[in-house]
């Protein structure tokens, strides 16, 4: 993913996967050269994109782990066996795992040396640090474990030290103290770490997110209908500028313009002619087909203008009766 950070996707967690894009371009996106350098480069972009998943029942998350308690299939980001449906816009290629809901989002190897590496310097330093605390805990124990010629020989503990068992105390206190700051520390820059990766990832996604589940069900059949009216208006249009066609002329007349306006595109000339055949009109007592007419050699040909208005108008009229 071009944001900085690492992401899982179990795909067996999915009943079933369907993913779905439209339009395809190369945009240049700002991103970090060695994770410092401001840089730009070329990555393929997703104009749209449609996901359709539904997740594998409870049980599943149940017994895939046997840890895998029943608040824990309750905190998730998606009801296991239900069926999701979302819409996005201008997806780069590589940020598609971000757009699962059941994706693990975690740190990538830099921010991991970013954490570990201080905090391995801070353990070593509280180390440096608390050694005379330690040493006498560890005579201590040797006094009490091996005896008391150890205990001096190892660590230079005296039967007067053991028997003091304040400095024992302290000692153990003060290590308790500074190994539990460093933890907590170490344990919410993890904590803050992860919430800039949350923001970092609604902060790209938000606005490309269009609609989800029901409202992109409306979305798709909105897009189908128009599209649907793209094809008849195509299809009309160069039977009227140019003549009598057949279906095949037609067609290829209509991909190479398509195509001279960068859109490779494999048009659907019998749907749209049944759709422009399929409009009929009462202007007489017969009805009579809107927009175009098969002749009997197989061309087929456009009505005029005027003519195609009527029959709309009169199509119009009595669309409900």
């Known amino acids: 993913t071009w944001v900085h950070v690492s992401t899982d996707v179990n795909l067996e967690d999915f009943e079933e996967l369907i993913v779905c894009y439209r339009g395809r371009s190369t945009q240049k ?26 997740f594998k ?11 895998t308690s029943a608040l824990q299939v309750a905190s998730m980001n ?11 816009k201008d997806i780069p ?76 105390l302290a000692a153990t206190f003060a290590i308790a103290t500074v190994l539990g700051t460093l933890l907590f520390n170490q344990y919410y820059a993890v904590i803050f770490k992860q919430l800039q990766f949350q923001k970092t990832v609604t902060d790209t996604l938000f606005f490309r997110n269009l609609e989800n589940n029901r409202g992109a069900l409306c979305a798709f059949t909105d897009l189908a209908e128009e ?8 299809a009309y249009y160069f039977l009227l500028t140019r003549g009598d066609q057949t279906a095949t002329e037609l067609d ?22 049944t759709q422009l055949e399929g409009f009929a ?31 709309l108008d009169d199509l119009w009229d009595n669309a409900y009766t």
Request: hydrophobic residues 45%; proline residues 5%; neutral net charge.
């Open 29 to 54: 996106i700002k991103t970090k050269k060695w994770y410092v350098f401001d840089s730009e480069v070329d990555v393929p972009v997703y104009h749209r994109v449609a996901i359709l998943v539904r």
């Open 252 to 273: 290829q007349a209509i991909e190479g313009w398509l195509g001279s306006q960068g859109a490779t595109i494999d048009f659907d000339v019998s749907s749209a002619l």
């Open 93 to 168: 290629q590589m940020d598609l795992e971000l757009l699962f809901p059941n994706v693990v989002i975690g740190m990538n190897w830099f921010d991991k040396l970013v954490v570990g590496v201080p905090a391995a310097a801070a353990v070593l330093g509280a180390f440096a640090k608390l050694a005379p605390q330690m040493m006498v805990i560890a005579g201590a124990l040797l006094f009490y474990t091996l005896g008391r010629d150890s205990a001096l020989a190892w660590t230079g503990t005296k039967e007067s030290d053991v028997n003091d068992i304040m400095p024992v």
């Open 281 to 311: 009109g009462r202007q007489t007592s017969k009805p009579q087909r809107l927009n175009v007419v098969r002749t009997s050699d197989d061309t087929w040909s456009a009505r005029p203008i005027p003519e195609a208005f009527k029959l």
């Open 78 to 88: 998606f009801t296991p066996g239900k069926a999701y449906i979302f819409h996005y």
């Open 227 to 234: 599209e649907e009216t793209k094809e008849m208006l195509l």
């Open 57 to 67: 029942n409870e049980e599943y998350f149940k017994n895939r782990r046997s840890n």
